[in-house]
């Protein structure tokens, strides 16, 4: 996916005409920005104008991201950040303010998943997906919150989960981890409205990711297709998600077209949660 400027989200405005959703000259930090809905946060929010920090714990994939942003024309940075260590967090951000002499964006993206039951989850299971999904979030607000608030702005999206308000099976540990994002993200947006930070959570069902491709060749060699088909059913839309189709929602949301929304969670999920009753 290469996309090259910002005609692609123009909208409509009585009165006004064409409008779009920019974000020229700002400076935005995409955790898991290497692959996955990460990945197509970071190229939509460069297309939108955005100068990205495309960081990943695989420096190789943020690299090849950030490369091909540039090549399309726009502005991208990789890193290499592994979000469970808060020195290496605060290390980085810092750097990258010092730099950019901003954040204005920041989209925790990083995250790790995990199938198991509150049985069969190991506590070694349990405490990777802490560190990652929760810790990883916490250490990221953590870092960017006071450099937002010297400046007396900014925006942070957190990629929350239906597993964060819906039962799932076989999904403790990773629900555990996405209903603390949930709840993070409430928290930050009323301790800093005042302070001009934003705060919202995304919450995708299942979307068609690498992973997605990974897990089912893995678990269940010959009968991909299958059962690619039977996850991609469990959204009464009939399909997986698209990650760009989250990267869209994620734009709005961190546009200064969205003002108005912080503490809240938006769910992108083709019917699941609504409608599988």
């Not at 953590?142 to 989960?161: E, R, T």
């Amino acid at each position: 996916m290469h996309l090259q400027n910002e005609v692609l989200f123009l909208y409509w405005r009585p009165k006004q005409g064409f409008m779009g959703f920019s974000l020229k000259d700002k400076v935005a930090l995409v955790t898991g920005g290497g692959s996955g809905i990460g990945e197509s946060i970071s190229r939509v929010f460069a297309a939108a104008g955005a100068h990205v920090f495309v960081l990943d714990i695989r420096v190789d994939e943020a690299t090849r991201v950030a490369a091909e942003i540039q090549a399309s024309g726009n502005s991208a940075t990789p890193h290499a950040l592994n979000v469970a260590d808060q020195e290496e967090v605060i290390r980085v951000f810092s750097e990258i303010a010092d730099h950019a002499g901003r954040i204005d964006i920041l989209v925790n993206s990083a995250g790790v998943a995990h199938i198991g039951t509150v049985e069969t989850t190991t506590e070694t299971d349990f405490d990777r997906i802490f560190q990652v999904n929760v810790k990883g979030v916490y250490n990221s607000m953590h870092a960017a919150v006071p450099q937002m608030k010297k400046q007396g702005k900014g925006v942070i999206l957190n990629l929350a989960s239906v597993a964060s308000t819906v039962g799932i099976p076989d999904r403790f540990a990773y629900s555990m981890s996405k209903g603390a994002v949930l709840t993070m993200t409430f928290s930050v947006a009323r301790d800093y409205v005042q302070d001009g930070i934003r705060c919202n959570c995304i919450a995708p069902a299942r979307v068609h990711t690498p992973f997605v491709d990974g897990f089912l060749a893995n678990n269940y060699p010959g009968r991909e297709q299958e059962m690619f088909d039977r996850l991609s059913r469990t959204q009464p839309i009939g399909r997986m998600g698209q990650p760009v189709e989250m990267a869209w929602l994620a734009l709005y949301l961190c546009s200064d077209e969205a003002a108005f929304i912080t503490g809240s969670n938006f769910p992108i999920d083709g019917g699941f949660t609504t409608l599988n009753n």
